[in-house]
């Protein structure tokens, strides 16, 4: 009687498997069984909770699919997060080179005060042209014997300035500005707080469909 247990039952055979095997999972974390919760017995724990190698893969399955869900979705979560830092970038090195070149300008020589608002023009020195001055005079008015045309600015309200192509993209975004800053609180209908990147592309958006 040496292979049956204290309740009549026939003791199996413990069989060791192979934790290599490629129906074993070793990633699967289980919960540890209370037969008896709180010393009552609820359940026949030979009758009940009985699972096999096979359900031990599915449950390793379900596991290794919800990983790869996690991965997806943290990939494009970051994948946004990319995007957005490369926008920064681009907007950081815009920066730049308009500080760059309002400094150049304003370090332009003439002799005049310079008034927010106003047109002015560079044209290179006759005697050295390597030298630059700045003019109230456009070519127009010089004429033909007048000096070598450089480039044309208007000097903004910020003392930053706009170059005179970039004049009507400049005006289209201070009106677009405008109309935003005179829409009532009362008139704004936000479902979410947009992100500044977001509320960017909203405004290149628009001002796209409105060219």
Known sequence: MANMDDRGFQKAELVMFNPAA?????????????????????????????????????????????DK??????????????????????????????????????????????????????????KNPDQEFLSMISPEEWGPTGPEFVAGYRLEFDMSWTELKDLDKRGNELALINKILDTTTSDLTFNFLPSQYQASRMLEDKKGDQS
């Open 69 to 126: 869900f996690t991965r997806a979705t943290a990939g494009s979560k970051l994948q946004v997060i990319a995007e957005q830092v490369r926008f920064l970038q681009e907007q950081a090195r815009k920066v730049l080179e308009d500080a760059r070149l309002n400094a150049l300008v304003h370090k332009t020589n003439c002799n005049f005060k310079k008034i927010p608002g106003k047109t002015y023009y560079i044209y290179k020195m006759r």
């Open 22 to 66: 490629p129906n074993i999972q070793t990633g699967v974390n289980l919960v540890e069984r209370d037969t008896c919760p709180n010393g009552f017995q609820l359940a026949n724990p030979d009758k009940s909770g009985k699972k096999d190698q096979y359900d031990l893969c599915e449950l390793a399955a379900q596991v290794q699919q919800a």
